[in-house]
């Protein structure tokens, strides 16, 4: 029989090179994850929740850039800033802390680690949750950040991400370009297994495009690593890269003038986080702060 109560992670994304990714320092954010969270921000402006406190979870990797058009929109609202290392921890304070003279003047306040359960009205994940290697722990993560009534704003690669490029590397007998990314009705039954009510899931596909091999190569250094578990495991040599920039001029287009293109799938998701519901039946366990949140509730319903 299998354990049902274990939760399943990705089969093909190894553990090992996820945390290093997680934890690799940069100074600027990736410009896709830029894009793709300036287009999430976006879509803020349909959701009638303001938010009075929300997470920004890794916006070093997430958009820096985007991090401030937040902070724009919810100028009243205070922000904590979770990193998955100390040292991307100092990056993001050197990269968003204000002056403190203008810390000081400021009443939307920025602070880093993490806060307390259920403190938060938001929290913003943008491109991180592809690369997690126990995804449904994270989702459960952001779960408890959330006060009752607060909602999850998230995005992540799709199945179709990268495509052509993993079917030239079949086409050589290379092992896979990247691992397998999570479709958005898989993401959709994992937030109702981790809490949240209401999952609203959508999808765009993006096509980028290169003017040669070698702006692709060094884009792409940037944008991410190969986190596939049967990834070639050893360093590869100028044969080698010789036989890939060959392979790879195949994904040009001739109605594109050349140039060449690849495919990248985006899934947006958004959930709220419910009233915690107790069961009766049988044995229960009911969380301190989720009973608090309850009675908090049945007081104030018997006092209107």
């Not at 089969?11 to 600027?28: G, I």
């Not at 009075?52 to 070093?60: I, K, Y």
């Not at 992540?156 to 479709?183: I, K, S």
Request: hydrophobic share 40%; glycine share 6%.
């Amino acid at each position: 029989m299998s354990d049902t109560s274990r939760p399943e992670r990705p089969p093909t994304l190894d553990p090992v090179a996820s945390a290093r990714w997680s934890a690799w320092p940069h100074t600027q954010s990736p410009w896709l994850n830029e894009e793709i969270g300036q287009r999430m921000e976006d879509r803020l402006q349909w959701i009638r929740l303001q938010p009075q406190s929300w997470v920004d979870w890794a916006p070093l990797s997430g958009g820096l850039q985007t991090h401030g058009k937040l902070r724009a929109r919810y100028s009243q609202a205070a922000c904590q800033v979770i990193e998955a290392s100390p040292r991307r921890e100092r990056l993001a304070r050197q990269a968003l802390q204000a002056p403190w003279w203008q810390r000081w003047l400021k009443t939307n306040a920025l602070t880093f680690g993490e806060p307390a359960a259920a403190s938060a009205n938001m929290v913003w994940a943008n491109m991180a949750l592809h690369t997690s290697d126990d995804p449904q722990a994270l989702l459960k993560k952001w779960h408890q950040l959330l006060a009752v009534d607060g909602f999850l704003m998230f995005s992540c690669l799709g199945p179709d991400t990268l495509r052509e490029l993993n079917e030239v590397y079949q086409r050589m007998g290379w092992p896979p370009a990247c691992h397998a990314f999570t479709d958005m009705h898989d993401w959709g039954d994992m937030l109702v297994q981790a809490g949240f009510a209401e999952p609203v899931m959508d999808m765009e596909r993006i096509t980028l495009t290169y003017a040669n091999v070698d702006s692709l190569l060094a884009e792409f250094r940037a944008l991410g690593r190969n986190l596939h578990r049967e990834r070639f495991a050893g360093l590869r040599g100028k044969q080698w890269l010789a036989q890939l920039k060959n392979a790879l001029l195949v994904l040009a287009k001739p109605n594109q003038e050349g140039r060449l293109s690849l495919t990248v799938e985006v899934i947006y998701g958004h959930a709220l986080k419910p009233l915690p519901r107790l069961k009766v039946k049988g044995e229960s366990t009911v969380s301190l702060q989720d009973m608090r949140t309850l009675l908090g509730q049945s007081l104030s319903s018997e006092s209107v």
